[in-house]
């Protein structure tokens, strides 16, 4: 039993103290340098062996794997900009290396196929791309590659579940009269509110938006009572 002068049983945890931001520490940064490393190389002996920019061979990649693709689809299997991947694909059927088909049932959709040119260029650039990937793999057993799949499906899942809460907060804010703020932008410097691996502070970023918004003159409280 908890005696009434027992204070510190009834002191709130603190959050985890977090070590000084240091960029050449930092996980996003360890993440993108050697990505954007390896992509530049790939890209580079595609650019010089067969004139492929990235988007370029990207498509070739893609098409070859999974066949024929519309254009509507592109932009969501490259996660590129649609302006660029329209200019790829104008430029790879200039080429002779694609062909542009309407769909047979539905006729406002384009399929892009490969012309036999474009078929025999993803035979020569895949064994490219597989003496390269050989090459990366080379000193790094399959146990460690399993790891590394694990470890990035996490970070992708954690990082796509950040974005919707803090989504879910500006919508709020925005609710209550408030300007739509990111939580990291809205709480710099308070270690509970927060949004930070590990101490559940977008969580009580989400409380505190809910109580301001319920307060807010006009609004409906029914349309943000927490459901945690």
């Known amino acids: 039993m908890i005696r009434p002068d027992d204070t510190a049983a009834r002191k709130r945890p603190s959050a985890p103290a977090r070590l000084p931001f240091n960029f050449s520490r930092y996980l996003p940064y360890h993440l993108t340098f050697p990505v954007g490393t390896i992509s530049r190389i790939l890209g580079g002996a595609m650019e010089s062996r067969f004139g492929l920019k990235t988007a370029h061979w990207r498509i070739v990649a893609l098409l070859g794997s999974h066949g024929p693709v519309s254009t509507r689809e592109l932009s969501k299997y490259l996660s590129s900009e649609k302006s660029a991947v329209s200019r790829a694909t104008t430029e790879l059927i200039a080429r002779g290396y694609v062909l542009r088909v309407v769909h047979p049932v539905d006729r406002r959709l384009i399929v892009l196929h490969f012309s036999a040119s474009g078929k025999r260029l993803f035979e020569r650039m895949t064994a490219v791309a597989l003496d390269f990937e050989a090459a990366l793999l080379a000193d790094v057993s399959a146990e460690e590659i399993a790891l590394l799949d694990r470890t990035l499906k996490k970070l992708s899942d954690a990082a796509i579940k950040y974005r919707a809460e803090c989504g879910r907060l500006n919508r709020r804010v925005a609710l209550a009269g408030s300007s739509p703020v990111r939580a990291v932008e809205r709480y710099p410097n308070n270690p509970d509110t927060t949004p930070h691996p590990g101490n559940g502070g977008l969580r009580s970023s989400l409380r505190s938006a809910r109580r301001r ?16």
């Open 213 to 228: 918004a319920a307060a807010a003159p006009g609004v409906p409280k029914e349309r943000f009572r927490s459901k945690s």
